[in-house]
């Protein structure tokens, strides 16, 4: 749907750097936007697509080529026509492009129509590298290629330069670079905007070139042609570049006061903003003349000049190389040796009078400045300038505070998405290494979301060369290895550059395979279409290309290709261990699409049928039983998938769905990991129950009126999926309409795939100086969607200046989910340390959302609206409902709107943050961590008891013998209540596991370790015993399992967790994902249970095959289990009786053989057969070094804290 913003023509309205690139070009007469997508102006492409319909209403052809160089090569088409023409690309894409440019810039752009076209080159350079491989710089690469180099520096003239850099160009006859730095391109703010010029030559119009006119001594620049066109560049063209920017005056020398001043200042593109904010937060605005030049290359030489007589030290300030500092110094050098300066001013950048300026490396943030700038000015003063070094002082003590904090938080690295086709493929491929034969694959990487393959639980990258190359680098190492090789190619990749890298693979005969993933998208840059697709970023019908068609061409029959989607594992692992034996080019096209446009579908088409009938009729969902689940890890591992999540339990840590990004493809139920994945298929007849009370959001009361002084900074963090830069945008658009000089940058890296994100939103009053980015400390409002990520952006807050508002949901990073680390247990407390904690505000509000809504897309929504109840948003509620209604889809105004309504509820009555207070049932509870009692648990288990026997009066006197020995025990030792709770659930595990005498025989174990503990010690030994003894008992073995998969409290918790109520016609059914083992005669017998078996009937009838263990085990049934039991029980705790009188610690260490050292309460021995067994040896062999004789008692790791993560 297009986007009414682009065709206003008057006003001012809120835009990002890349929406403004296309209003730019829509507003000056270009004809061709062309060039390949990347960061940090992938979404121009995406602009481009989305505006079709105002794009050909103007008469401006979009066009995405298949790489950088093509997109600059169609510039010299649109200019041998006569028509403005935009390359857009990516620094990395400008090396890719820089051949045709170095040509087109020397030839002469008079089209052959009669009118001379403008070539502007739009190059988004990422100097931090936040998504980008490396760090770009590109003036260097532009002045190589004798290109005028133009540099906006805020979001007006992001909008207005590219008229101006197109005329620019057609003055000067030269290609002009157009360069914008991330926090400009995905920055923005509010713009003043004008009419849309549509070319004098269109799409729509197209003429007959008249090829008699062609000169072809200008137009081909081939020797000899090329000397004179060399000579033409440097003698005239250059030239003509300083005489457009004196005409025009784009050069300006601000805030001369015509005083001879000590320091003077020159700064372009976002460098200039981000002075001119250090400045005014330093007290320190219009105190100094600054040069702010317009085309940075190459730099005008008279307003150099005019600067140096002003000014006895100049300070360049830019990010990345001294670019523009080494054209000062010889520009100064020139002009002494002309006469035209008589004394040469000290030129300071990336060094100052007492060491280093500013970096090189990485690139600049206002806090930057701030530091840098302040001590400089401290340094060297200036008397013609007003200058409060006490304000400077405090802002230096406010960044000193900062850097002090300490603490280290776990990074959170970006995934493959839920969902994600990439994964099944990294995931095969990754568990084939755990076979000798193919341990020593070689990965060569790539570019693309697979270049995440690098990251946990992966590990699949050993080396990067450059987009489409991975193969080309295989072929400088074949002649040397042994090892099989491979690499992953993604589908617009191949049509990218790819192919010529197979071609070449089949030349040279490489022994290499090549995994196309064929997602059917351009999936990294926000899924723009590939020459597959079948269509163009116009709309137009286009010839499909089929990879495998092309692929078999290449190869005519000499190679193995074979397209298959990755989704069955199984026989996706097959044909990749076998494809990697054979010899020689091999080709495997996983075909799937991508999991983010496939689902967004699904999605679309669920809300349109909840919008028609008001519930959805039959659903199915992944689900995993934390009753089985042995906290392994091995699905984490194994998937990396963010629909995962860790859920606490009376047993530990166990790993749990979260259904509001689970996307319920069931690939982590084909890993076979363990028997704990289900599926879980609901039915309705009718809309589901809500799961709340009814709470008015009616009438709430207006805010207190926020009337700020100067500029008003928020700062908001989360997770590539949040909602963050929809925040942001709501912010932007509410300011703007509030009449506020608004400056805001979303910082997406890798946004849609789990990353970190965030977004800045600055208000001024219009004489504040504000860039796209809060300096540090400087925060008004830090708004936390991930409790995590909040706690990373510390550094924007300060207990003076900020008030946080938080969601606490704790979201684990994928290393977490992984078992790598562990989430700092002290976040919250951090947040609400270094900042205003009086005005705190925090909950849980991810799953108050999934609670009210069915999903936790909605948590932004209800932080904007408790930030603005409280104040601290400084708009009206009208301008922030109407920004909100422009920001999101129709269809989800409604529960955005009332999302808004109960986060201002909760603002003013702070008691509905908690769950208690808010659910309409209270059993809802426990899934969101509620404690029973023990003695409701106990009560609980003995009823379940009472039913859990075909003879009826047997269950009776079971229950009572539980009662009895729970009660006895608990009394016996007066221990606390997790305790209690603890003996009561695992008493009860232990008679369903083997009757009453084998938990007697457990209860006796724990009694006897408890008579030989020590009350000064917590009683930790007995606490130790009462879960590890339980642990080493209950076999999780295919008798046990089929129990806890139907055990009452289970299937209660299921119905609770996806809001079954049986009296509204709501039915749950479960088909079990389960593969069953058996030793018989000594043969492992092991099979996947057929889907119309593995129900929850044939579970039933398992778990009461107890009888069937006795010859089981007889033929060696889970005898390694079972052995592991009897050592734990009779060496491990009779060496804790015999040694714990005289070497408690000694004794209780053993006894935590089996636990996680950084956690005692978890377990280290986990898993089912391969996976535990050696975890089990390992467990055995650290205990028999702990009771060596003579071994002293070796040093326990730190317990990791927050700072240490």
């Not at 007959?208 to 440097?234: A, Y």
């Not at 799953?847 to 930030?867: D, R």
């Amino acid at each position: 749907m297009s986007d009414k913003r682009f065709v206003q023509g008057s006003g001012i309205n809120a835009f990002n750097g890349n929406e403004l690139i296309v209003k730019g070009a829509l507003e000056s007469k270009v004809g061709l936007m062309a060039g390949y997508p990347g960061s940090p102006v992938a979404e121009v492409f995406t602009i481009l697509e989305e505006n079709a319909e105002i794009l050909r209403e103007c008469g401006l052809w979009g066009e995405m080529t298949n790489d950088e160089s093509q997109g600059a090569a169609a510039l010299n088409g649109a200019l041998d026509v006569g028509v403005n023409a935009v390359a857009v690309m990516k620094s990395v894409g400008l090396n890719v492009a820089a051949d045709p440019i170095n040509i087109i810039n020397y030839a002469d752009k008079l089209g052959l129509s009669g009118r001379r076209g403008g070539a502007l080159v739009v190059c988004g350079d990422d100097p931090h590298a936040s998504s980008t491989q490396v760090a770009g710089d590109s003036r260097q690469l532009m002045e190589h290629l004798k290109m005028a180099i133009i540099e906006p520096s805020t979001p007006q003239e992001v909008k207005d330069w590219i008229g101006e850099g197109l005329r620019l160009s057609q003055y000067s006859n030269l290609v002009v670079g157009y360069l914008i730095t991330t926090y400009l391109a995905e920055g923005g703010g509010s713009v003043i905007l004008s009419e849309n010029q549509p070319s004098e030559i269109t799409f729509k119009n197209p003429i007959t070139l008249d090829i008699s006119k062609v000169d072809i001594k200008r137009r081909v620049s081939i020797p000899p042609n090329t000397w004179d066109l060399e000579k033409e560049i440097v003698r005239d063209r250059f030239p003509k570049v300083h005489e457009y920017v004196r005409d025009h005056k784009l050069d300006k020398i601000l805030y001369d006061d015509g005083r001879k001043h000590r320091i003077g200042f020159i700064a372009a593109g976002i460098s200039y903003s981000y002075l001119e904010q250090a400045l005014w937060e330093l007290g320190l605005d219009e105190q100094f003349p600054i040069l702010k030049p317009a085309v940075t290359y190459p730099l005008e030489s008279n307003i150099v000049g005019e600067l140096s007589k002003k000014v006895e030290n100049i300070v360049v300030v830019e990010e990345k190389s001294p670019a523009i500092e080494n054209q000062v110094k010889t520009i100064l050098d020139d002009l002494v040796q002309e006469g035209k300066i008589s004394n040469m001013p000290k030129v300071w950048g990336k060094f100052f009078p007492q060491g280093d300026g500013f970096p090189e490396e990485s690139g600049l943030t206002p806090s930057n400045l701030i530091e840098k700038v302040g001590n400089l000015v401290l340094e060297i003063g200036d008397p013609a300038a007003k200058i409060d070094q006490k304000k400077i002082h405090t802002e230096l003590d406010l960044l000193a505070e900062i850097k002090a904090y300490g603490f280290i938080v776990p990074p959170r690295s970006p995934g493959f998405c839920a969902g994600c086709p990439h994964r099944e493929t990294l995931s095969a491929v990754h568990s084939l290494r755990d076979t000798p034969e193919h341990k020593d694959i070689f990965a060569h990487g790539d570019i693309g979301c697979y270049s995440m393959s690098f990251l946990p639980p992966f590990g699949e990258m050993h080396n990067l060369t450059a987009m489409s190359l991975g193969g080309a680098a295989g072929a400088g190492m074949d002649p040397f290895v042994t090892n099989k090789q491979y690499a992953m190619m993604g589908d617009s990749t191949f049509f990218w550059r790819g192919m010529t890298a197979i071609s070449n693979s089949i030349k040279e005969g490489q022994d290499i395979l090549y995994l196309i993933l064929d997602n059917k998208n351009t999936a990294m840059t926000g899924h723009q279409p590939t020459p597959e697709s079948g269509h163009n970023l116009m709309g137009d019908k286009t010839t499909p290309q089929d990879i495998e068609s092309i692929v078999r061409a290449m190869g005519q029959g000499q190679i193995y290709v074979k397209k298959m989607p990755p989704s069955n594992r199984e026989k996706y692992m097959k044909e990749l261990d076998k494809v990697f034996e054979k010899p020689g080019v091999k080709v495997i096209i996983a075909d799937k699409e991508c999991g983010i446009t496939f689902h967004k579908r699904k999605r679309s088409e669920r809300n349109r049928i909840i919008e028609r009938q008001g519930f959805i009729k039959k659903e199915t969902f992944v689900n995993i039983s934390q009753e089985v689940c042995e906290n392994c890890r091995e699905c984490t591992k194994n998937t990396g998938c963010p629909g995962l999540t860790i859920v606490n339990t009376d047993y530990g840590e166990k790993i749990g769905i979260d259904q509001s990004i689970c996307v319920s493809d069931t690939y982590c139920t084909k890993v076979m990991a363990c028997p704990s994945f289900e599926k879980v298929i609901v039915t309705r007849n009718r809309p589901p129950r809500s799961r709340v009370k009814k709470i008015s959001l009616e009438n709430i009361p207006q805010p207190s009126p926020n009337r700020f002084t100067d500029t008003w900074k928020i700062f908001i963090s989360g997770v590539g999926g949040m909602g963050v830069g929809v925040m942001s945008s709501v912010l932007a658009r509410a300011g703007t309409k509030e009449g506020y000089h608004v400056r805001f940058n979303d910082k997406k890296g890798l946004a849609i795939r789990n990353g970190a994100v965030s977004a800045h939103v600055l208000y001024s009053d219009g004489k504040a100086k504000i860039s796209t980015i809060v300096p540090n400390g400087k925060a008004d409002l830090l708004m936390g969607v991930d409790m995590l990520e909040a706690e990373r952006s510390l550094v924007y807050a300060s207990q003076v200046h900020t008030t946080a508002v938080v969601n606490t949901t704790v979201v684990p990073t994928i290393p977490m989910l992984a078992g790598m680390m562990n989430y700092p247990p002290d976040a919250e407390e951090n947040i609400r340390r270094h900042t205003n904690s009086d005005e705190y505000f925090g909950g849980r509000l991810s799953e108050i959302s999934e609670l009210y809504f069915g999903s936790k897309l909605f948590t932004n929504m209800i932080l904007l609206g408790a930030a603005f109840q409280k104040g601290l948003i400084p708009v009206s509620e009208q301008n922030l409902i109407d920004a909100i209604l422009e920001t999101v889809p129709p269809s989800q105004r409604t529960r955005n709107m009332e999302a808004l309504r109960l986060g201002r509820k909760m603002a003013i009555e702070p008691d509905l943050l908690e769950f208690k207070n808010i659910v309409a049932d209270e059993r809802i509870l426990t899934l969101f961590g509620a404690k029973e009692t023990s003695q409701s648990v106990l009560d609980m288990k003995a009823k379940q008891l009472s039913h859990s026997y075909w003879m009826f009066w047997r269950g009776k006197t079971v229950a009572d013998e539980y009662r009895r020995l729970v009660e006895s025990t608990v009394a016996t030792m007066r221990l606390d209540e997790d305790t209690n709770r603890a003996i009561a659930r695992r008493v009860y595990d232990l008679i369903m596991w083997g009757e009453l005498p084998y938990a007697e025989k457990y209860v006796d174990k724990v009694l006897e370790v408890f008579r030989n503990d020590r009350e000064d010690k917590g009683y930790a030994a007995t606490k130790t015993a009462v879960l590890n003894l339980h642990k080493v008992m209950a076999i999780k073995d295919e008798i046990y399992t089929p129990h806890l998969l139907t055990d009452g409290e289970k299937l209660d918790r299921d119905k609770i967790r996806y809001n079954i109520d049986e009296e509204n016609g709501d039915k749950i059914t479960y088909e079990h994902i389960n593969r069953p083992e058996f030793e018989v005669f000594g043969k492992q017998l092991r099979f996947d249970l057929p889907q119309w078996l593995a129900h929850n009937w044939l579970m039933r009838i398992f778990k009461h095959m107890k009888w069937t263990r006795t010859f089981l085990d007889s033929w060696g049934w889970h005898k390694k289990e079972r052995a592991f039991r009897d050592w734990y029980k009779d060496d491990v705790i009779g060496f804790y009786l015999k040694t714990a009188s005289s070497n408690y610690d000694l004794a209780l260490r053993a006894l935590r053989v089996i636990n996680d050292p950084y956690r005692p309460n978890e377990f280290a021995v986990t898993g089912f057969r391969e996976v535990i067994y050696p975890k089990m040896d390992k467990a055995r062999r650290e205990f028999e070094e702990l009771v060596e004789p003579g071994q002293q008692l070796p040093v326990m790791p730190m317990i990791a804290t927050s700072s240490q993560m």
